[in-house]
């Protein structure tokens, strides 16, 4: 850092100050603020694939985020899940979490790369003795019986379950923290000679050594070496939600509020971002972070006035309407579908079409079949 020139970054980092105060201060007392959290989490972990080199569709993360996917996820759906997930996570931990060593090992073990299922626990608050399974029903008796040896249906059927039996203990005990099968790698997918604990440590020594430094300063130094570092071989998207948090745990952004980094780093050109010299990517990463600030101040104006305009359709109806409840779910996520309508508002699949029609939503998918509404 001593051979840092301070010079080109201190009005930027001013201004990156200034703006982030501002955007916080206005999420913080906004009637939109919690919609506008959740859809930056989802617009973040979409401009996080981009800058990686990969596109994913705002529908498609959406529906998958919700369980209800028109088609197999592919590997960078699941990979942008993962930072949505982990966004979601390090939101709702108290500031500077993810920078603890507890945080960095769920983010590592559980946010980077963890496809096994839906359900994920902090190894911190993990129960080790899991309660045994119950035991199947039996299979074509009545009251209870037994069924006969010589049923072949039966027979298979044990055989299924004492198969997902098994698969389901070598899940579980993989799960755990500190196992042995937790940590193992597979060759073909993994470099051996990639020791991401050394290369962790490197990049925690610069954590503390930039204690004390301006917040977007320090930020910028984090994610500047994570990416050098290349510390997880298949999660260079942690680095710019460490960033994030650094600027969080600062003070900078509010608990609930974490800077899309990635969506402001995705408006500055990769030569800037990739830059042989370090203050050159330095500058492009404080200026990613104006960006998102600016771009987010833009985002909650247009969310304000949408709710504005929604709630007008409001006046002369009765007040048993769904439409308030439907404004409310239109907010809190970037797209709806018929059948989200549906199940969170207990209507059917066409009142859902009817009512999504009602309020003038735009249908933003082109598709025939499976389509899905947002804000104009």
């Known amino acids: ?112 790369g963890n496809h096994d299922g839906d359900e994920v626990h902090d190894p911190a608050t993990a129960v080790v003795d899991q309660p045994a ?5 039996p299979v074509g008796g009545g ?7 010589s049923d072949p249906l039966a027979a298979e059927l044990s055989a299924i379950d004492a ?37 962790l440590d490197e990049w925690r020594v610069l954590l503390t050594e930039t204690e004390g430094l301006p917040p977007v300063l320090r930020a ?36 609930a509020h974490l800077t899309v980094v990635n969506l402001g780093l995705k408006s500055i050109p990769v030569e800037r971002r990739r830059h042989r010299a370090r203050d050159t990517r330095l500058l492009a990463i404080v200026h990613g972070i104006i960006a998102a600030a600016e771009l987010g101040l833009k985002e909650h104006d247009r969310l304000a006035l949408a709710r504005t305009m929604m709630e007008r359709r409001l006046v002369g109806r009765r007040s048993s309407s769904n439409l308030p409840g439907l404004i409310e779910l239109v907010m809190s996520r970037p797209l709806v579908s018929a059948g989200m309508v549906a199940e969170t508002l207990k209507l059917t699949p066409l009142a859902a079409l009817r009512i999504v029609e009602d309020l003038g939503l735009r249908e933003m998918t082109g598709r025939g079949r499976f389509r899905a509404w947002g804000i104009i």
């Not at 698969?167 to 051996?192: C, H, I, M, T």
């Not at 999660?235 to 900078?252: K, M, S, V, Y």
């Open 1 to 112: 850092m001593s051979k840092l020139s301070h010079q080109s970054l201190l009005r930027p980092l001013s201004d990156a100050a200034s703006v982030l105060s501002r955007l916080d201060e206005r999420i913080a007392r906004s009637t939109v603020g919690e919609g506008w959290i959740e859809r930056m989490h989802f617009a973040d972990a979409r401009a996080s694939l981009w800058i990686d080199g990969e596109l994913v569709h705002l529908e498609d993360l959406v529906l998958h985020d919700a369980g209800a996917d028109i088609r197999t996820p592919t590997h960078d759906l699941t990979i942008a899940r993962d930072v949505l997930r982990s966004r979601r996570r390090i939101a709702a931990q108290p500031a500077g979490w993810a920078l603890g060593p507890d945080g960095v090992r769920w983010l590592r073990g559980h946010g980077a």
């Open 220 to 255: 910028a130094l984090l994610l500047d070496a994570w990416s050098e570092l290349q510390v997880l071989q298949h999660a260079p998207w942690l680095g710019r939600l460490l960033a994030a948090e650094a600027l969080r745990q600062a003070g900078l952004t509010t608990a």
């Open 133 to 137: 399974a119950p035991a199947a029903a």
């Open 163 to 199: 198969v997902l039996a098994r698969a389901d203990a070598v899940l579980a005990e993989s799960k755990l923290p500190g196992r042995p099968a937790a940590r193992d790698k597979d060759s073909l997918v993994y470099d051996p000679d990639w020791n991401e604990d050394d290369r």
């Open 143 to 149: 009251e209870g019986d037994e069924p006969e040896a």
